[in-house]
Structure formats: structure tokens, C-alpha cells
């Protein structure tokens, strides 16, 4: 009798665990292999190692291979969640909303809680200190770098903040062009290839020019090391939301909810690797929604409107 009440109990549990059992193991078969496509924020070769120590982590963690995609410029994160190549996507807060606007089926999971407790960071324009510029204003004619057309503080958060200034970038600077990352815009203002750069700024200790020059890569165009006192802010943004990472939709829940529970476990799994993601200046993953984004897709809606009028 109780030989066969323990075979019942074991029947029974197997009998409620194996549908879950046989759910998970059929989306391992259908990806055996996911892909994670990273934006170009800062240079090949660091997006690399940041984004390649999540890869391995969450490879660990789903139990199949993640591959790290480096993108070559915004547009082809979008491009390859849109055909279904890239499953996870770390996306800046623009280029996730112009994916959506564009008809990509991606849901943002989580975003960075920074050391200062938030969850956001600003745009701003640099130029070097010793130029005469003090003022946006003082920039009519000049040049401004920008980062990528699909760039939240390297294009777009400028565009629409500097318009409720009167100023409309591509009437009141004589010239703008795009460097590809935010690296390179701080090494075109720093070379003297462009009189001002757009680019992000979470706090006057964690930003661009900081990370730049911890990596010895703040140097004029005579190779002379810079520093971030060597530049001014002229122009801070109102507060952005942080970039997310992104899932496809059509993936199943139980893989969706999968990994965004390894992402918000990782400090605690894997703290060496998540603090390769920021040099240790992030303190946690929290949980986003599509909602989050609503006001950078009305800020991408008015530049787009903008440029056609």
C-alpha cells in the first residue's frame, strides 16, 4: 500500500511537472541559438566585451548559446529584429521607439538602476573649453556632431529640446554630421573636426568624456591627452529614459520571462560580469514597459513631422 501511494505521488509530479518540462525544451529546439544585437555606443572592440560578458551569462543561464551581434550602426538592430536574426536587442530609448514605430513586434525588459539611483541620463552638448563658445546660441554657423539619425542623446533628444529654444538644428548650424558612435563624436570635437558634439550624460562623474578618458582616449588631434575639464556643456537635455533591452514578441512567455529573470538576477549571479556592462557604475536591472517609451516615441513623431515641414 505504501509502495503504491509513493509510485502515485512520484506519477503525479511528473505528470504536472513534465508539461513545463516539454514546453521549455521546445523552444530550446526551436532556438538552439539566440541572438544579442548591440547598438555601437562606444567602439568595437569595448561593446565587445561588455555585451560578450552578458552573452556568456545568459548562455549559462537559458541553457543554449547566446551569440553577441556588434551592429554596425543603429539601423541594423532595428533591421535585424525586424526580420526575426536578432532575438535580444540592446537598443538606445530612440532607436527601440523607432522600431516600434517602424512595426518591429519587441518588448523591452529591463533597463540599468545606475549607483545614483536612477534610471535615465541626459543629452548634452560638449565643446572644448578653450573655444569662445559659452552659449548654444554662440554656435550659429559651426558645426555640430551628432552620433546616429536613430540616436536618442546624439540626435534626437537635441532636435527637439534645442526646438523649444527656437532653434532648429539643421537651419541654425552651418554644418552636422553623424560619427557613427559616441566615442567618435567626442574624438571629432577633441580633434577639432567639429566646433560641438552631441552626446549622453548621466552624472558630472559617469559620462562620456569620463569613460573616454579612464581608457586614455581623450587626445587633441596632436595626440595630446585631454581631460574632461578640457570641456564645457552648453546644452542639457530634460531627463531621458535608460536603453532598454529588447525581446521579440514572437518568442514564447516561458522564454520571454526567462530571460528577463536572468537579467534581473545577474548582480547577483554574476556580479564580475555585470559590472563589465558599466565599469561597476550600475547597481541592478529593473523591469520596463512599453509604456516607458511613450514619451520618446512623441519625441521621434516631432522630428519626423519637423524635418518634413
Request: aromatic letters at 8%; a neutral charge.
Amino acid at each position: 500500500m505504501l509502495n503504491r501511494r509513493i509510485l502515485l505521488s512520484a506519477a503525479i509530479a511528473i505528470g504536472l511537472a513534465s508539461p513545463f518540462a516539454a514546453h521549455a525544451q521546445s523552444w530550446k529546439e526551436k532556438y538552439p541559438e539566440i541572438t544579442l544585437g548591440a547598438i555601437p555606443v562606444e567602439n568595437a572592440s569595448t561593446t565587445t566585451d561588455r555585451y560578450g560578458k552578458l552573452a556568456e551569462y545568459l548562455t549559462k543561464e537559458l541553457g543554449v548559446k547566446v551569440t553577441l551581434r556588434i551592429a554596425n550602426d543603429y539601423a541594423a538592430v532595428i533591421e535585424g529584429q525586424r526580420a526575426g536574426n536578432i532575438q535580444i536587442a540592446y537598443y538606445g530609448p530612440a532607436s527601440y521607439a523607432r522600431a516600434v514605430m517602424t512595426g518591429v513586434e519587441t518588448e523591452p525588459l529591463v533597463v540599468p538602476r545606475h549607483n545614483n539611483d536612477s534610471t535615465g541620463y541626459y543629452s548634452v552638448i560638449y565643446v572644448r573649453a578653450d573655444s569662445p563658445y559659452k552659449h548654444v546660441q554662440d554656435l550659429r554657423g559651426k558645426t555640430l556632431g551628432l552620433v546616429d539619425p536613430n540616436s536618442t542623446s546624439g540626435n534626437n533628444a537635441p532636435r527637439f529640446f534645442l526646438d523649444k529654444q527656437g532653434i532648429t538644428v539643421d537651419t541654425f548650424f552651418g554644418k552636422t554630421v553623424f560619427a557613427g558612435s559616441h566615442e567618435n563624436a567626442v574624438l571629432a570635437l577633441s580633434q577639432g573636426t567639429v566646433d560641438a558634439a552631441a552626446n549622453a550624460w548621466n552624472s558630472e562623474n559617469d559620462n562620456q568624456l569620463t569613460r573616454m578618458a579612464t581608457k586614455g582616449m581623450l587626445k587633441d588631434a596632436n595626440g595630446k591627452t585631454l581631460s574632461p575639464a578640457d570641456f564645457r556643456v552648453i546644452f542639457k537635455s530634460d531627463f531621458l529614459p535608460e536603453a532598454p533591452l529588447a525581446v521579440l514578441k514572437e518568442m514564447p512567455d516561458d522564454l520571454r520571462q526567462a530571460i528577463r529573470q536572468a537579467l534581473l538576477d545577474m548582480p547577483k549571479k554574476d556580479k564580475v560580469r555585470f559590472d563589465a556592462l558599466s565599469d561597476g557604475k550600475d547597481k541592478e536591472f529593473v523591469p520596463v514597459s512599453e509604456k516607458d517609451y511613450e514619451p520618446i516615441v512623441e519625441m521621434l513623431k516631432f522630428n519626423d513631422k519637423a524635418r518634413k515641414t
